[in-house]
């Protein structure tokens, strides 16, 4: 086993320099739109390269920022694009790479899932993955030291992706972050239209499908247990590739969201 899952998508999605990296996201979250509010529990970003979806990626890692001395542990879920996966896929590695350092993968809260039969094990699966890593450089911006627990889910329920969301759960330290595009490849109108009726179904606690969004499975088992634990949703930004840098004619849809936990939201 490779004890790192060397960084893939560096130099395409992302800038491979380290220097022009850190440039970027600092800019990307000084540009970002402020949402002032607690920390949240749970966010739903997008996934596309940085011209395009990272100033709506910025909006939730700005509000996570203000986490930077208290969240240790990243639960990052994204959906499969490249290899099929029956159920969430752990990399079977020890860290992530990006041009940023490397990112520990929290061996403990791995084993804590052993045991459950839709966890399974697959390095060709995280290989080439996207959606995961372009979340990594963010992270590493506006948090300190934390570990990370990368699961990409593949054909599974919404329940066995929120069973193994509430195993890893625990407290304050612990950060949810689903990683998800909305449509793709409709007119700029259409694309606004279909966006922003599967933002409503989120911020309604609704399960959406894979047509409004890539990463429907985890979105979906997220909601399944924001429900269950009485988090609340809010909406930081709804945009998609025409507003960025892409051909009006065939946009992808982006949005963040935070959850807040409510017990959180009395402290602030």
């Known amino acids: ?121 697959s390095a060709p699966a995280h290989a080439w993955e996207h959606s995961l890593e372009v979340q990594l450089p963010f992270l590493q911006k506006v948090l300190d030291d934390f570990t990370l627990v990368p699961l990409v889910v593949g054909d599974a329920t919404a329940e066995e992706v929120a069973e193994v969301l509430e195993r890893l759960w625990g407290g304050p330290e612990t950060l949810i972050v689903i990683s998800s595009d909305l449509s793709h490849y409709l007119p700029y109108e259409l694309a606004q239209r279909i966006d922003t009726e599967t933002a409503k179904r989120i911020l309604a606690l609704s399960s959406v499908t894979h047509e409004q969004a890539c990463g429907g499975t985890p979105v979906n088992g997220l909601l399944l247990a924001a429900r269950r634990h009485g988090l609340r949703p809010e909406l930081l930004d709804l945009r998609n590739s025409g507003d960025t840098a892409g051909d009006p004619d065939h946009v992808v849809g982006y949005a963040a969201f935070a959850f807040l936990d409510p017990e959180e939201a009395h402290v602030h």
Not at 55 to 63: F, K, V
Not at 74 to 98: I, K, N, Q, S
Request: hydrophobic residues 50%; glycine residues 10%; aromatic residues 6%.
């Open 1 to 121: 086993m490779s004890a790192v899952r060397p960084a893939a998508v560096a130099g395409t999605f992302y800038p491979g320099n380290a220097a022009k990296l850190a440039y970027d996201l600092d800019h990307l979250l000084a540009q970002a739109r402020r949402t002032p509010g607690p920390v949240p529990k749970a966010v739903i970003v997008p996934h596309a390269g940085y011209i395009y979806s990272g100033p709506i990626a910025a909006t939730a890692y700005q509000r996570i920022a203000a986490g930077r001395d208290r969240i240790r542990r990243v639960v990052l879920l994204g959906p499969a694009h490249r290899v099929p996966v029956r159920g969430l896929a752990l990399p079977g590695v020890e860290a992530f790479a990006t041009p940023l350092g490397l990112v520990p993968v929290d061996g403990a809260a791995v084993a804590s899932l052993r045991g459950l039969p839709q966890v399974v094990e």
